[in-house]
């Protein structure tokens, strides 16, 4: 039966770490943490686990202390967590399925992280050790990012913050896929002072990236997505500008630009670069979607109505599409 060693960063996590472990420890043959300078109760709290633990002096690098982690790593395949994530025990069944079915060509699976983002889950949290609450509830961000692949293979992670093995895994030529399973990121939970604190470490070292690499998208985009977090709507344009002249298919990035109008109140730049993002995008309904809700804000009913038809044909099951083309048809009607 293939082998799991579950892989983790630390630092000051006694508040998550305990129902981390918890929540994969049936299904993980080892635990390795790197520990980048606790103050608390965290390393009591591991060795709780048997977890093997290591101190790795921190460099503003969130990768180098990733690829600490695995290193360490003694078995077949390595799972990723941080210690404000959890997993539910149904997909724990499935995790196990996967790699034990594996095709030997994929070396790796994106799990959908859900990052919460609303105080009901703290009672969720406290209250239902199963997280039958959570799974059900619309509040969150989701994204897709390889967090279970194989061991010794050569692979690490890439860049000092967001870091990802998906980078490597597409340098080797390997290939990767999608599994149905969750990683519930309880992130935003945590005490205000830790988040305000992650977020100052975040931006500093978003902007040494972007020193060293200043022609990268990904470094931009970053940065342009850390000046909007803070209202600085000049410099998110500027930064998100940077990313769409290097790279104009990188994520939505005219989407964002467009967003950005929408809250400065200039719809005709928002339609502007809605047109652009429909147009580097041509597959995705979402720029498409949110053009018709300019235009249905503008009072354009027919030229909406015909953007949602259109992507309707496209993607009869989108439920953000059809919400829409309901509403315009209502509204239309009123005139």
Known sequence: MPTISLCMITKNEEVFLEQCLNSVKDIVDEIIIVDTGSEDKT??????????????????????????????????????????????????????????????????????????????????????????LVKDCQFYISHHLVRLFRNKLGLYFKHRVHELIEDSIIEKNMEYKKIDVVLHHFGSLKDAKLISGKTVQYSKIILKQLEEDPKSDRYNYQAARMHLGRSDFG???????????????????????????????????????????MKYNPDNPSPANNLAVVYMSTGKFEQAKKILEEQLKKHPDNKALRYNYDKVLKMGDKV
């Open 43 to 132: 390393l009591e709290i591991a060795k709780k686990f048997s977890a093997k633990m290591f101190h790795f002096k921190w460099i503003d690098d969130f990768s180098a202390a990733r690829n600490e982690s695995i290193k360490h790593a003694t078995k077949d395949w390595i799972l990723v967590l941080d210690a404000d994530e959890v997993i539910e025990k149904n997909d724990l069944r499935k995790i196990k399925n996967e790699i034990e079915n594996a095709d030997n060509g994929i070396v790796g699976f994106t799990i959908e992280q859900r990052s919460y983002i609303n105080d009901f889950f703290e009672g969720a949290l406290k209250n239902d050790s199963d997280f039958s």
């Open 235 to 277: 410099n998110a344009l500027k930064y998100f500008g940077k990313t769409a002249k290097i790279n104009p298919n990188y994520k939505l990035v005219f989407s964002e630009i467009a967003k950005i109008y929408l809250q400065m109140n200039d719809k005709n730049r928002a339609i502007e670069y809605y047109k652009k993002s």
